[in-house]
């Protein structure tokens, strides 16, 4: 799911494109994106964009006349942009497109599962509804943070990717801000010291802010063409079982429901392997501690 850095890159990308043009059309292809019934998008025809926005994980079209399009790409979705104001939809995967004066805004959705969504609202209270509450880590001074951590006392891997808690962290970057802070993903929010916490604000602020940039470096003046949770120069988020790049132990991971979560063992747990939850049910008490007892589990050939 794109995260902060990769709306933040959308966006940016879309003002250049599209900032303080004419929206003549918005063209959708699959019934399940729209969520709203009123406004209807054709009031929306033949205004201004008077800008660009995130909110938390959606992007935000700014209208004329107190009209805001709100979008949420959630898993699989993706935007494309062309040239061509009137593309068709040839593809399976091509659920809308928003027809401006200079192009065409092509949003596309992988699999079958159309979790992608579109909000058309009239007015700011309208649009604060949708808004799930989390702060804006990178406008957050300690203090803030601080605050919205302790809030419930839960896993700092669910407290970080909690929109009600923090706004535009997900999976990926969860993974890469705890590793960064040398924190483990099941310690309790309410069991951090206060230096902890401070380590974790740092290593949020730090994480954030170098891939936004990265990103952007990357992108230059293009569209963003490759969105993904998967990026190469990732600490240990997807690089399961490759070498920590601070240590070199093996990256490991524990999955649950349809996420996973990867941590280094040395760095973040003091060697302790965290139990998996299909893993651990399957060895039960053969479950091994540390790093060496799985390298033993795997040279005898047991899961």
Known sequence: MPELPDVELYVHALERKAGGDRLDRVRVASPHLLRTWDPPLEEFEGKRVLG???LGKRIVFEMEDDLFLVLHLWIAGRLQWTSDSRAKLRSRS??????????????????????????????????????RGGIEVLDADLAR?????????????RALCDPSLFAGIGNAYSDEILWTARLSPLQRT???????????????????RSWAKR???EAGDEFPRKVTA????????????EPCP?????????RYAENECNYCPKC?????????????????????????????LRRGGSP
């Open 230 to 241: 998967f990026r190469p120069g990732m600490a240990v988020h997807g690089r399961y079982r």
């Open 268 to 296: 973040q747990t003091g060697g302790k392997l965290l139990a998996d939850r299909a893993l651990s049910r399957l060895l039960r008490a053969d479950w091994p501690r540390n790093l060496e007892e799985l390298e033993e």
């Open 94 to 131: 091509a659920v809308a497109a928003f027809d401006f004066s200079r192009g065409a805004l092509v949003l596309t959705e992988a699999g079958t599962r159309h979790r992608a969504s579109l909000h058309a609202v009239r007015g700011k209270e309208a649009l604060a509804a949708l808004d």
């Open 246 to 254: 601070a240590c070199g132990s093996p990256v490991q991971r524990i």
């Open 190 to 208: 309410l069991q951090l010291s206060p230096e902890e916490v401070e380590r974790l604000y740092a290593a949020t602020q730090s994480t954030l």
């Open 145 to 157: 943070f601080a605050a919205a951590i302790g809030r419930e006392n839960r896993t700092l891997k």
């Open 215 to 217: 990103l952007a470096d």
């Open 52 to 54: 660009f926005r995130r």
